[in-house]
């Protein structure tokens, strides 16, 4: 009797050893597979991450490039006008102080002699007050008598040099201010400096 309780003992324990066993196995196999699925999750994952990573990278570039082109572009255009303001400003200083009384009148004198008599004879010249004030004082008497018409002198605040002439009495002009001068060199001019800076 006691031989086989020691048997039936001996028998319990191996098949608690093999069920141990057994479990032990199926642990160790969930435990593996849960492993490599947690690692083939976190590669997915990273793999995800590094391309969403990439992604976001290549569009932060991009759209730097993109501003920086802006930029760039945007600086052209303010340098162009700057310049284009300063060549401007230049240009009416310079007929400023080349179209003096003197060189009015000299114009004037060229325009009417060269006019036709179908124009009329009816002369209105527009001008600064200060030009009116210096022309009437010197030259108008030299102007009638040369040109032998009728010459009216008539100052405009919008005009700061130069001068419009009319034969018409003022139905048409021919328009020499500073102004429309300037703004015809410019024109001119433009295309010249648009070629210096594109050589630069």
């Known amino acids: 009797m006691a031989e086989e309780i020691k048997d039936l003992i001996a028998k319990i324990q191996q098949e608690g050893i093999k069920v141990a066993e057994d479990s032990s196995a199926k642990i160790k196999k969930e435990a593996d597979t849960l492993a490599q699925k947690i690692v083939a999750d976190a590669k ?5 991450i590094i391309a969403e990573a ?42 400023r102080q080349a179209l003096s009384v003197e060189e009015l009148s000299g114009i004037i004198i060229s325009l009417i002699k060269s006019a036709s008599f179908s124009l009329g004879t009816e002369v209105i010249i527009s001008l600064s007050q200060q030009d009116k004030e210096k022309l009437e004082k010197e030259f108008l008497r030299q102007l009638i008598q040369e040109s032998k018409k009728q010459i009216t002198l008539k100052s405009v605040d919008s005009i700061d040099g ?22 015809y060199v410019s024109i001119n001019l433009r295309p010249e400096l648009a070629k210096i800076l594109q050589s630069e």
């Open 162 to 183: 130069g001068f419009t002439i009319s034969f018409d009495a003022g139905k048409s002009i021919f328009d020499f201010t500073t102004l429309a001068l300037a703004e």
């Open 54 to 95: 990439n992604s976001e990278a290549k569009r932060l570039e991009d759209s730097t490039q993109a501003s920086l082109k802006q930029a760039g572009r945007d600086l052209l255009i303010s340098l162009r006008q700057e310049i284009n303001s300063t060549l401007d400003a230049i240009i009416k200083t310079n007929l």
């Open 44 to 48: 997915a994952q990273a793999k995800k």
